[in-house]
């Protein structure tokens, strides 16, 4: 049954957001940008079809405030084809079941990340002595246990494709975790990074509070695999893409982009991966 779902006995309110809590962007035509205090959500589709899908599901709480956002963007009575999750840290699924219980839709993930969207298994616990800012040592309170949506969950196809997005494939690009995905549309080079790289500073306070645009590498406090996350980068800088959405942060577009992610991915050991930390090894 579908009441069977339920999130880690550790899943709470997060006071933490930016200035950006609550904005909307379209970045495309049929992709629009929602800011869940300190994490986007994004909707796939165009506003005059009335139907969607949702890519992430926020912090934990915030159903109501996506649920408004669709509304608002899609019409009164829209719902979503599909959830499909990026990757299942906390401030991704944050209010996933409240949100396929409400639309009663699927939701999608790659296999490896299945283990901690089933109950399997726990993320690895934060390292908050990484050399990033406060919220790298605000990280040890952050949720990290996985959560049990069986009912909904449903393992992303094998061939590449991402349903109900016929123009999109998805690219694993782990590191930040194992089954963490990217989803890339080549006609016009869109790209939905996920956690991959962001754009904003995700270890400082001041950065994540003021949104202060720039390339980074995965929030380095919830990133156990730095060989595989720099290998991520590079495949996402192979594609050159035009317009990218990352988890968090504003969108970046065309040569500035390209730039940033280029100088990423050339120099991913000194910009993103710490100098200490129990995973840096």
Request: glycine letters at 8%.
């Amino acid at each position: 049954m579908v009441s069977s779902m339920k999130y880690g006995d550790d899943y709470k309110f997060l006071p933490v957001t930016s200035k950006e809590n609550g904005k909307g962007i379209e970045v495309l035509s049929d992709l629009y940008q929602y800011t869940v205090q300190i994490v986007n959500v994004i909707f796939y589709g165009n506003p005059d079809d009335n139907q969607f899908v949702l890519i992430d599901a926020g912090m934990p709480k915030s159903s109501e405030k996506i649920i408004e956002a669709a509304k608002e963007r899609f019409g009164e009575n829209s719902r979503p084809k599909a959830i499909i999750l990026i990757h299942g840290h906390f401030d991704h699924v944050g209010a996933v079941i409240e949100l396929a219980e409400y639309w009663d839709v699927p939701v999608y993930a790659h296999k490896l990340e299945l283990p901690y969207l089933n109950g399997m298994e726990d993320y690895q616990a934060p390292d908050p002595s990484v050399d990033g800012g406060m919220v790298a040592k605000m990280s040890p309170v952050f949720p990290k246990k996985g959560i049990d949506i069986t009912a909904r969950l449903h393992e992303l196809p094998a061939d590449g494709s991402v349903p109900y997005m016929p123009d999109f494939e998805w690219i694993h690009t782990p590191g930040h975790t194992k089954g963490h995905v990217s989803l890339y549309r080549n006609k016009d080079k869109a790209l939905i990074a996920g956690d991959a790289f962001v754009t904003v500073k995700q270890d400082s306070l001041y950065n994540v509070m003021t949104q202060e645009k720039n390339i980074y590498g995965p929030p380095s406090y919830f990133t156990p695999d730095w060989e595989a996350a720099k290998a991520s980068v590079e495949k996402l800088a192979s594609v050159s893409p035009e317009a990218a959405i990352t988890g968090h942060g504003q969108p970046m577009m065309g040569q500035e982009l390209k730039d940033e992610l280029s100088k990423l991915a050339n120099n991913f050991d000194e910009i993103a991966k710490p100098d200490s930390g129990k995973y840096t090894e």
